[in-house]
């Protein structure tokens, strides 16, 4: 009997590192992307910059009691400092630095508050960014994160396979409202969907939602669901980032554009500050995502990956997908 076949490797994407608010001139964090090792610093100036974990003067571990001196960051282990470049610009002993220990850099983009690094199996650069999303009018985040054992490619898939969106989170009448687009590292899907729930003190209701999605690589997504009979709209964020195979790092954060029209929700509505409302209607769209996106993660941690899944009529644009998906493999 065969071997079933590996998991695709890890995927050439831009992935999540943490909040950029969180990284202070000063701070230093350790990271492990794709099986490597790095650390995230911020110089006094300000700067994000990333760098292999490991000193390449004697292999120090420089998230482990590493420091930053002003625009550099000092080894725990001889006080070598490196720049943002990667390359030491002084050693413990005033000698002078040697060119040849240079720590390797990782690319550093700063999107919408995240910060983001970008892994190439072969440390090719990026020939493309994530983009800014207009955050005017939008709540702050809510956030949570999960360990998983899921691949960035299964777990980014999800967004087209319709089919389990009525199996597992029980949306009915999944339709297409505009066909899958690829372009280059950018997949959008737009579809409508329908769930009955207890809406708004209105007992049980059959709500429409309309979700448009945009995959970049695969280990970032976001969606905006809109709900028009109540005059909601979120702004849903998944990042997936492999920290070796088998394990991988899976966060989600909410944002809510405010809310302008309170009565459209319950006349009730109107009575509250609109800060309070927001609020109020934020953590209960927080809830609803976590709820969906946790009924996945059995199946996620226990399904085997098929390179040729048996896909029939009602699947969704699983294969356009998974074609889209080839390019990000060496």
């Known amino acids: 009997m065969s071997e079933p076949a590996p998991a695709p490797g890890f995927p050439n994407s831009w992935y999540f590192l943490g909040f950029a608010r969180d990284l202070r001139p000063g701070t230093v964090w350790s990271r492990t992307v794709a099986g490597q090792d790095l650390v995230v610093f911020r110089t006094a100036s300000g700067r994000a910059c990333a760098v292999d974990a490991y000193c390449p003067h004697m292999g120090a571990h420089l998230g482990c009691g590493g420091t930053v001196q002003g625009e550099a960051l000092r080894c725990p282990f001889h006080g070598f400092l490196f720049d943002p470049s990667g390359a030491c610009v002084a050693t413990g002993y005033g000698t002078p630095p040697p060119a040849r220990a240079k720590a390797s850099t990782w690319p550093l983009h700063e999107v919408n508050g995240f910060l983001m690094t970008y892994y190439h199996r072969g440390r090719m650069p990026p020939d493309w960014t994530p983009p800014e999303v207009d955050r005017e009018g939008w709540t702050p985040l809510l956030s949570r994160v999960w360990e998983l054992r899921g691949h960035p490619q299964d777990i980014a898939e999800n967004s087209v396979d319709l089919g389990h969106m009525g199996a597992v989170h029980l949306y009915t009448d999944v339709a297409f409202v505009e066909p899958v687009q690829t372009v280059g590292p950018r997949l959008q899907a737009r579809y409508a969907l329908h769930r009955s729930a207890e809406a708004f003190g209105r007992g049980r209701h059959q709500t429409r939602a309309e979700a448009d999605i945009k995959v970049y690589g695969l280990g970032y997504t976001v969606a905006d669901l809109t709900v028009a009979e109540f005059g909601i709209r979120t702004r849903h ?71 040729a899944p048996r896909l029939v009529a009602g699947d969704g644009p699983v294969g356009r997908y998974r074609a889209w998906a080839r390019q990000f493999y060496c």
């Not at 966060?251 to 554009?257: D, G």
């Not at 405010?258 to 609020?279: F, G, K, Q, V, W």
């Open 237 to 307: 964020f998944v990042f997936v980032t492999p920290v070796v195979l088998g394990k991988t790092i899976f966060r989600i954060a909410l944002s809510l554009r405010r809310i302008s029209e309170p009565h459209r929700i319950h006349r009730l509505c109107t009575l509250l500050p609109r800060r309070l409302l927001d609020r109020v209607i934020r953590a209960a769209a927080f809830r609803t995502f976590t709820h969906d996106v946790e009924q996945d993660f059995e199946i996620l941690d226990h399904k085997l990956f098929l390179p």
